[in-house]
């Protein structure tokens, strides 16, 4: 059974803290993609990656970094967490081409106090 | 504006009733795709389609290229169909998805 694996699923944080929201597949995927959820927003795309040390941002990537050294992970950082990035993340990866669907994370769900 | 728009937001159903969740996009696409969150966060994909219907059990989804609408239906609804159900569109001008805001359903015994 193929799987997208995020390292944790509920995560209290400090302001301030250096945050590190993992994501991990085993389909051999190309690209993988991190999104953070908000009640009336939808899902927002943050970065994603084509490839290994590949990164492009999405929408909303101010706050936030992350790393793909290697093809099956790809991580998230909030280099200072601050309150308002209190939300649920879902990463989410898939083969080249986008008219393949997306398999996603069972998500995280970041609190910053 | 969203290039994704689903309706309505909420759906309170009672067990047995036929539902349908709406999705206009204003994009360009290679494929919708209606996918199901349950409580707790896991999304996982039910239909990926770029024509005419495709049905899984209950569960109906039609597309409507030259409207660019696209509908998810639901027969003989039951609680355990309770979720938050998303549109999402896969872009023909590239890797990029378009999600809507997602519908949540209730599903009442």
């Known amino acids: 059974d193929v799987k997208v694996t995020q390292s944790s699923r509920y995560l209290v944080k400090r302001t301030g803290e250096k945050v590190f929201l993992e994501c991990v597949q085993d389909?051999?995927?190309?690209?993988m993609f991190w999104y953070r959820q908000d009640p009336g927003l939808g899902l927002r795309l943050i970065y994603f990656s084509y490839d290994v040390k590949m990164k492009e941002k999405g929408d909303i990537p101010e706050g936030y970094s992350v790393s793909r050294e290697k093809k099956e992970r790809f991580s998230l950082i909030l280099e200072s967490a601050s309150t308002n990035q209190t939300s649920m993340y879902l990463c989410a990866s898939s083969y080249e081409g986008s008219n393949y669907g997306y398999t996603f994370g069972s998500g995280t769900r970041l609190t910053v106090v | 504006k969203n290039e994704v728009e689903q309706s309505p937001q909420n759906l309170t159903a009672q067990e047995g009733e036929f539902i349908t969740i709406n999705c206009s996009y204003s994009v360009g696409i290679s494929a919708l795709h209606w996918l199901q969150q349950h409580p707790g966060g896991g999304i996982v994909s039910l239909f990926m389609?770029?024509?005419g219907k495709k049905k899984h059990g209950r569960l109906i989804a039609t597309i409507n290229i030259q409207e660019k609408h696209s509908s998810l239906h639901i027969t003989a609804s039951h609680p355990r169909d309770s979720a938050v159900y998303i549109c999402a569109v896969s872009s023909n001008t590239g890797n990029q998805f378009y999600f809507g805001t997602g519908t949540s359903l209730t599903v009442i015994p």
């Open positions: 389609l770029s024509s």
């Open positions: 389909m051999d995927h190309e690209n």
